[in-house]
């Protein structure tokens, strides 16, 4: 006797897993970014998805040549000490929070600020 397929539409496909900031873990919302683990300038390619206010804090606390050097995996940008307060504070907000990210100034931010142009 031939086996009875099931009748009606087929079953779904499982939803997949949800993806996670590649910074604070956090589930994503509905914007994501992504971030160049070594900056674009620097002749990077590998990113990774990120909040926008993750993004924001990055480039807030980090230099370029910090993120080439320094920081270019996922595991050293969540060791930053300069992100470590960040990341305690935005560890329980909703995936789609945003607020307005305040920029720390580096070294070559405060000398290129301070030249005078002649």
Known sequence: MPRRL?????SPEPDPP???????????GRRVEWHHLVPKARGGRDTGPVHPICHRAIHAALP????EREYSTPAALRAAPALAPFLAWVADKDPDFHAVTRRTLDDDERWRRGRRHG
């Open 6 to 10: 099931p009748v009606g539409p087929p």
């Open 18 to 28: 949800p993806q996670r900031c590649l910074l604070c873990g956090r589930i994503l």
């Open 64 to 67: 370029l040549r910090a993120l």
